[in-house]
């Protein structure tokens, strides 16, 4: 092969991959997640969404994170039709509902449960039981900053995230760090992409909280990208196998990276990047009824 001819190889591939990035809307929905059986009773299903790293491109900086091209239409749209449609997030509810509160009709679970609003973050309902952690996670936050100077510390005033993206040499340090101030002082450990997380030993997660709203519900997609989305995942297995007839649709985006890795294992639908799952939501709103038959 000349040159030109290997140039023409990757001048054809390149265009390629440029075309696959904006696919057709029909082809975003596999046969596999029985879109026609959703559409048909869209009004009996739950749609929950974790943020960072699934509706929204993970950043350096946490603070600067928004989200996709297309997320808030989509999400406004899905909300009008679904029985549910929620967020399910490690973020407070405060940052959730900067950058979602636009929506109507969207649920906010922020801190993995933790907190939760039904109004777009103009009220937040707290778990009392982590409220009482507050003195000490501002001790952990204060202290992870003493022992990680440089290193981002985000005290989320219910539980202090150790990130380690911009430095990943950090890691088994911060890994060691949290793991010995979780055992000392009786907090739960969380892992995530590039970050450790030190929060208080109340019994809610993400699975807990799908497993909450979508009681009664004929089916629910999950859409996660990271560890702290394995519960939710488990959660809708769980309402398979107690309630015959339920359906679950389970979807990992851009899983390929660290520990989010894990989560492709257990998907049924895979997504490159956040800013597929508009694209995906809107084939699906298109989606014809067909039977609906479960």
Same mark, same amino acid.
């Given at each position: 092969?000349?040159?030109?001819?290997?140039?023409?190889?990757?001048?054809?591939?390149?265009?390629?991959?440029?075309?696959?990035?904006?696919?057709?809307?029909?082809?975003?929905?596999?046969?596999?997640?029985?879109?026609?059986?959703?559409?048909?009773?869209?009004?009996?299903?739950?749609?929950?969404?974790?943020?960072?790293?699934?509706?929204?491109?993970?950043?350096?900086?946490?603070?600067?994170?928004?989200?996709?091209?297309?997320?808030?239409?989509?999400?406004?749209?899905?909300?009008?039709?679904?029985?549910?449609?929620?967020?399910?997030?490690?973020?407070?509810?405060?940052?959730?509902?900067?950058?979602? *509160? &636009? %929506?109507?009709?969207?649920?906010?679970? +922020? $801190?993995? /449960?933790?907190? !939760?609003?039904? =109004?777009?973050?103009?009220?937040?309902?707290?778990?009392?039981?982590?409220?009482?952690?507050?003195?000490?996670?501002?001790?952990?936050?204060?202290?992870?900053?003493?022992?990680?100077?440089?290193?981002?510390?985000?005290?989320?005033?219910?539980?202090?995230?150790?990130?380690?993206?911009?430095?990943?040499?950090?890691?088994?340090?911060?890994?060691?760090?949290?793991?010995?101030?979780?055992?000392?002082?009786?907090?739960?450990?969380?892992?995530?992409?590039?970050?450790?997380?030190?929060?208080?030993?109340?019994?809610?997660?993400? *699975? &807990? %909280?799908?497993?909450?709203?979508?009681? +009664? $519900?004929? /089916?629910?997609? !999950?859409?996660? =990208?990271?560890?702290?989305?394995?519960?939710?995942?488990?959660?809708?297995?769980?309402?398979?196998?107690?309630?015959?007839?339920?359906?679950?649709?389970?979807?990992?985006?851009?899983?390929?990276?660290?520990?989010?890795?894990?989560?492709?294992?257990?998907?049924?639908?895979?997504?490159?990047?956040?800013?597929?799952?508009?694209?995906?939501?809107?084939?699906?709103?298109?989606?014809?009824?067909?039977?609906?038959?479960?």
């Amino acid at each position: 092969m000349t040159k030109d001819d290997e140039a023409a190889r990757d001048d054809a591939a390149s265009k390629q991959r440029e075309n696959a990035t904006e696919p057709a809307a029909e082809a975003m929905v596999p046969a596999g997640t029985n879109a026609t059986r959703t559409a048909a009773r869209l009004s009996e299903y739950g749609f929950f969404f974790d943020f960072d790293g699934t509706l929204a491109p993970i950043q350096q900086d946490p603070q600067s994170v928004q989200p996709a091209v297309g997320v808030l239409a989509a999400l406004s749209a899905l909300a009008a039709r679904a029985a549910v449609t929620a967020v399910v997030s490690a973020r407070p509810v405060a940052f959730l509902a900067g950058r979602l *509160g &636009a %929506v109507p009709g969207l649920r906010l679970h +922020g $801190l993995y /449960g933790l907190e !939760y609003s039904a =109004d777009g973050g103009a009220s937040v309902r707290t778990s009392p039981e982590a409220e009482s952690y507050v003195p000490l996670i501002a001790r952990v936050v204060a202290d992870a900053r003493a022992a990680f100077p440089g290193a981002l510390i985000e005290d989320k005033r219910l539980s202090c995230a150790l990130h380690f993206r911009a430095d990943p040499d950090l890691e088994p340090r911060i890994d060691a760090w949290a793991g010995a101030r979780a055992e000392a002082d009786g907090l739960l450990l969380q892992h995530g992409r590039m970050v450790v997380e030190l929060k208080p030993p109340v019994e809610t997660d993400k *699975g &807990a %909280v799908v497993l909450r709203a979508a009681a +009664g $519900l004929a /089916g629910a997609w !999950y859409f996660g =990208d990271d560890l702290g989305d394995l519960p939710a995942f488990a959660a809708l297995d769980r309402l398979v196998a107690e309630r015959p007839g339920f359906h679950a649709v389970r979807v990992a985006v851009g899983v390929a990276e660290g520990r989010g890795a894990a989560l492709g294992g257990r998907a049924d639908l895979l997504l490159d990047a956040p800013p597929r799952v508009p694209l995906l939501l809107d084939s699906l709103l298109t989606e014809p009824h067909g039977s609906g038959a479960p």
